[in-house]
């Protein structure tokens, strides 16, 4: 059974940055596309950033473009999540997770597979 294991979040000033991290077990990370999600208190989960594959295609939710990144390193089995410029609305639950064989609606929860536990972000103002 896969797991994913997210780690990086933290208290941090609106302006300062993380760096979400996800460390995923097994032999098959690189076959498949994987996601950052994130939940705030009292809302639904949102899609906040998905990448292919290989690494090369890359999709954000329009309120994070040009402050979030995300990448990943198959041969450390690890996405990663580059915030900078934080912001108060920021604050969630930041997750990991991986996409099903064949996904192509990137904000569709029913399209991921697995999820990791969760890392909380907060921003303060």
């Known amino acids: 059974q896969v797991q994913l294991v997210e780690s990086g979040g933290g208290l941090v000033q609106a302006g300062g940055s993380l760096r979400l991290s996800c460390a995923a077990s097994?032999?098959?990370?690189?076959?498949?596309?994987m996601g950052w999600f994130r939940q705030a208190p009292g809302k639904e989960r949102e899609f906040v950033a998905a990448i292919k594959r290989s690494g090369i295609n890359r999709y954000y939710l329009d309120s994070v473009k040009g402050r979030f990144t995300i990448s990943r390193d198959n041969a450390k089995n690890t996405v990663y999540l580059q915030m900078n410029s934080l912001k108060p609305e920021d604050t969630a639950v930041y997750y990991c997770?991986?996409?099903?064989?064949?996904?192509?609606?990137?904000?569709?929860?029913?399209?991921?597979?697995?999820w990791g536990q969760g890392t909380l972000v907060t921003v303060s103002s």
């Open positions: 997770a991986r996409y099903r064989v064949g996904s192509s609606n990137w904000a569709n929860v029913e399209y991921l597979e697995v």
């Open positions: 097994g032999r098959t990370f690189s076959s498949y596309d």
